[in-house]
């Protein structure tokens, strides 16, 4: 099976769920990248403790996705590490969810929703977006890669519009209109950034039990946080431009828009 050669990663949300355990299994992979960047709101806070449990310390960083200068703060601390390398990897990891319907939802709640899981996404990429492109043009590999240079935004089947129908059970509609946005804004930045060498995809994890889904109370979580992630780094290798501007889940298949 094809490894991820990723040199550098920096991933959102990785203090609990699904973005430590994707630093986790990263660390502990064959070919572990020289660095990871994971961050998280409050690096100094209770939660962020777990990260000092890893086996190896990934370097830390202060990024909250909803705050514009925290983000231009992380991208600098980013760059003095790397001194003139570029970045490789940047995963979108960081996301919000409330379990309000049509009838609860108000226009805080979709604010909210919005910023931390469609703007942060955005404002990410335009921030470190200098660094993949100079992981892009360091690269000698041919075509898009998650090894070269890559945007994965951590999204959910329930922003797509085609399954919203199956779901629906879970109304959640400020998280479902902000993915669905996080799926077109994936779909842009694929046509936009591809043509600089910069792969960019939406990933479905799957139902997994974290602490997202303890709040939903009443969903299906099928997958450990293990099984997911193990899923989603196998097909990380594996994506091409073939790939870009879709939205995958963690088994790598096509779900649609
Ligand atoms: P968790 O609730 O366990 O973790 C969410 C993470 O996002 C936490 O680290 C949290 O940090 C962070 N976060 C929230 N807001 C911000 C912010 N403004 N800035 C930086 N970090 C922030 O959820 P999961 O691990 O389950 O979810 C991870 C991603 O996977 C999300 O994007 C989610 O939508 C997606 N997903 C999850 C599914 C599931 O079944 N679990 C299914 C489909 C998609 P803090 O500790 O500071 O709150």
Not at 140 to 160: E, F, H
Request: charged share 20%.
């Amino acid at each position: 099976m094809a490894a991820l050669r990723a040199r550098t990663v920096l991933l959102t949300g990785s203090n609990r769920g699904l973005g430590l355990e994707l630093v986790r299994q990263l660390l502990g992979g064959p070919r572990p990248p020289a660095w990871i960047f994971a961050t998280c709101r409050d690096p100094e806070g209770p939660r962020a403790q777990v990260s000092a449990r890893l086996p190896l310390p990934p370097a830390p960083a202060e990024a909250n996705v909803a705050d514009p200068t925290a983000i231009t703060n992380a991208v600098k601390i980013v760059e003095a590490k790397l001194s003139g390398t570029g970045l490789n990897l940047l995963i979108n990891n960081a996301g919000i969810y409330a379990p309000v319907t049509l009838d609860t939802v108000d226009s805080e709640e979709m604010i909210r929703a919005y910023k931390t899981n469609a703007v942060g996404p955005l404002l990410m990429a335009q921030a470190f977006l200098p660094l993949l492109k100079k992981a892009a043009r360091e690269s000698t590999d041919k075509g898009l890669s998650c090894s070269k240079a890559a945007i994965v935004n951590i999204s959910t089947v329930m922003g797509s519009i085609e399954r919203t129908a199956e779901s629906f059970f879970k109304p959640v509609i400020s998280y479902r209109c902000s993915k669905a946005a996080l799926n077109m804004l994936t779909k842009c930045q694929a046509l936009t950034y591809g043509e600089t060498g910069i792969l960019c995809v939406a990933l479905h994890p799957g139902w997994v039990k974290t602490d997202m889904v303890s709040v939903c109370g009443y969903c299906p979580a099928d997958l450990t946080v293990d099984t997911s992630v193990r899923g989603m780094l196998s097909i990380l290798p594996i994506l091409s431009e073939k790939h870009s501007g879709s939205l995958l889940n963690w088994e790598g298949k096509v779900i649609p828009w």
